[in-house]
């Protein structure tokens, strides 16, 4: 017998569905998004896949089921669509680590460098830089760039540590980070190793240099799950936000998934991103019902963060629209 949560959950799902067909409007949710709401998104991706998608898509209103800086990246590319953000106060602490006003002077003390952010900044952050990257194309992206100058690079500094070590490239790091991903303790995950000696571990580049080190994997959400598709292993402890492990387990129902433990995790050994899961259902309800919170950018600085978003989905090779 299904219990009145579960009920609630069925109407809530059922009322999001039929509100997005009524308004023409498409979900675009984070693969951190609780299950409930990764089943009404149309689309689940990583940071790349949602701003591909925003940037094409043809509904009147985009909903971002994920953080401000994902819908904001919406709007900066796909401006003529309503893009509404269920609640506005799910931020990033590595976008709240990186204020526009400290970042233009980090700027003006390195003339001439070029200025590569990675996807997890603000939209005026976005406009001071010549190119964004995300984890799945931040490589690609520092291979791009012909400056003989270091690259300053910004928010995170455990991506920029690793791009540094996987390009050698010079790089001038800004000193950001996330606080799922620095919240993984390193006993923890070597004690979980000794329970589970045939897992291999898996990781996201946003983690501390320590935790990369032990990685048989490091990449974005998507590659992760990429990863565990076409690896022949069985068993996988996985760093990253545990949201991640519904879409993973989907893909490979055959396999054992175990999130990585963090330093402070005593009861469900797995780590949760507190603004990624400000999201529910109940707010997704009520954002298309009112059609608000609505995503804003000024034009003057959405014109040159499009310009630097542009440029990674050049270097991407994705199909842009407009
Ligand atoms: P990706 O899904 O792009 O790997 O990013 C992870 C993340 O922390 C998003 O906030
Ligand atoms: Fe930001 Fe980390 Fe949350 Fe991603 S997981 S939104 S990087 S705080």
Known sequence: MSSAREI???KLMDSILRLKWQKNATIIAHYYQTPEIQEVADVVGDSLQMAQHAA??????????????MAETAKILNPSRKVL??????GCS????CPPDQFKKFI??????????????SAEIKAMSDIVCTSSNAEKVINSIESDKPIIFAPDLNLGKYLIQQTGREMILWDGSCVVHEN????????????YPDAKFIAHPESQPHILRIASYVGSTKGMIDFVKRDHHQQYIVATEAGILYQMQKE???????PAPAFEDNTCACSECPYMKMNTLEKLELCLIDETPEISVPENIRKKAAAALRAMLDVTGIQQSS
Do not use: M, R, W
Not at 94 to 97: E, F, G
């Open 8 to 10: 609630e959950i069925k």
């Open 56 to 69: 094409q898509s043809q509904a009147d209103i985009i909903v971002v089921a994920g953080v401000y800086f």
């Open 85 to 90: 953000l269920p609640d506005t106060d799910a």
């Open 94 to 97: 590595l976008a709240d680590s």
């Open 108 to 121: 003006e003390a390195h003339p001439g460098s070029p200025v590569v952010t990675y996807v997890n900044c």
């Open 184 to 195: 993984f303790s390193i006993d923890k995950i070597l004690d979980l190793h000794t329970a």
């Open 252 to 258: 490979v129902p055959h396999k054992v998934l175990i």
